[in-house]
Structures are given as structure tokens and as C-alpha cells.
């Protein structure tokens, strides 16, 4: 069973970065369909800021790991993702404490967490078409797993399945609200890459399973 600790947090941030940066052209079409069309290339340049750090040393710590990310997202990420993320992170960082390692109950709480600052900083609900989409699902689907890495991949793939959902959602919330029933037909771009960072939080944990099999 891979260890959901300090390394296992650095990883996560590391490969947030590596797919954002995939998937920086695919983020900027979604968000210019029905936003600003800058998303991917915010999330890109903020996660590169996060490695750029974590290239100074580890963080040392699951909690710090996400604090490092909240407070580079924060001061470098444009737009609403910037405080929304960055809170995400924070309030995540506030749940997992002093831990040394997460297990089942533990990603759970991060979670929660994480989505609870999305909600009290963007006021979305799910089914507003925004990023708790996302993370909703994500909170119920850990809740229902096991340990630290089955409640992560569960979080992930509700995530992928409700960033899907808001494809025929009339936006409520966010810039996408003023196109109305115009935003119909489209994913929302916030939804999308909160299912990449979790799905990238499962790849962290899989990468040291495969490291340590070499």
C-alpha cells in the first residue's frame, strides 16, 4: 500500500503541474467557449510557480505541501481559479495538520475541506456548473472507500464523471451565467481541471508502487 505522506504530496503537486501543462491548450478552448479563455494557461503558469518552489527543497510535510500550493496559486494564478484553488489548497492543508501520512478518513476530511473553501469562496452549489461539481462528487465517493489510495481513485473518477455532468448545465455561478442557456453544451473548464489535479493525486500514488517494483 503506497504511503500518503510528504513525498507522496510533492509527487502529487509535481504531476499537477506536468498534466495542467498537457492540457494547458485543451483548458484555454473549454474557457473560451463559455469564459475568459485563460484557464489553462493560469492553472499551467501556477503550478509551474508550485514546482519551481518545490525545486528548492521538499516541503517536508503532507500539510506544507498543500499550503506551498495554496499560497503559489494564490499570488500567481489569475481570474477567479486563483482564489478559488488557492483556498481549496489551503483549507485542505488546515484539515490534513500534522499527519505524517492520510489514510481513508483522512483524504476524506482534505477533501471536504477543499471543497468547503470552493463553496464559501465562489458560493456555487452542485449543479451551478462550476468546479464543485467536481469536488462534490469527489467528497461522496472518498467517504464511501477504504483506505488512503482506494478513496483517492474513488474521488477521482466521481470527479471525472460529475466534471462530464455539467456538460448539458445551464451555468448559475461565474462568468459562464451571462451567456445564459448559451452555456449549455460545453464542459466547464474549472470542473475539468479539478478532475485532472485528483486524477493526478491517484498517478502520485501509483508512481512510487511502480518505482519501488524496479
Not at 506544507?64 to 492543508?93: H, I, N
Not at 467528497?139 to 483517492?152: I, K, P, S
Not at 474549472?190 to 486524477?199: D, F, K, M, P
Request: net charge negative.
Amino acid at each position: 500500500m503506497t504511503e500518503l505522506d510528504a513525498a507522496w504530496a510533492d509527487r502529487w503537486l509535481r504531476e499537477c503541474a506536468r498534466v495542467l501543462a498537457a492540457r494547458r491548450e485543451e483548458l484555454i478552448d473549454l474557457d473560451r467557449a463559455i469564459g475568459d479563455g485563460d484557464h489553462g494557461e493560469n492553472m499551467d503558469r501556477g503550478f509551474q510557480a508550485v514546482v519551481e518552489k518545490l525545486d528548492e527543497g521538499p516541503s517536508g510535510s503532507v500539510a506544507a505541501a498543500l499550503k506551498l500550493a495554496a499560497t503559489m496559486l494564490m499570488s500567481k494564478v489569475g481570474g477567479a481559479a486563483g482564489p478559488l484553488y488557492g483556498t481549496a489548497f489551503l483549507r485542505a492543508s488546515v484539515a490534513v495538520g500534522e499527519r505524517d501520512a492520510l489514510d481513508g478518513p483522512t483524504v476524506e476530511a482534505m477533501l471536504a475541506a477543499a471543497r468547503d473553501g470552493v463553496v464559501a469562496r465562489g458560493k456555487a452549489e452542485p449543479g451551478d456548473k462550476t468546479m464543485v461539481d467536481a469536488w462534490a462528487p469527489a467528497v461522496d465517493a472518498a467517504g464511501r472507500a477504504g483506505d488512503g489510495e482506494a478513496a483517492l481513485a474513488a474521488a477521482a473518477s466521481a470527479a471525472e464523471a460529475g466534471a462530464l455532468a455539467t456538460k448539458p448545465l445551464v451555468a448559475r455561478k461565474g462568468r459562464a451565467s451571462y451567456l445564459g442557456e448559451r452555456s449549455a453544451g460545453h464542459l466547464d473548464p474549472g470542473a475539468v481541471s479539478t478532475s485532472y489535479i485528483l486524477r493526478a493525486a491517484v498517478t502520485a500514488a501509483v508512481s512510487e508502487i511502480s518505482a519501488g517494483a524496479e
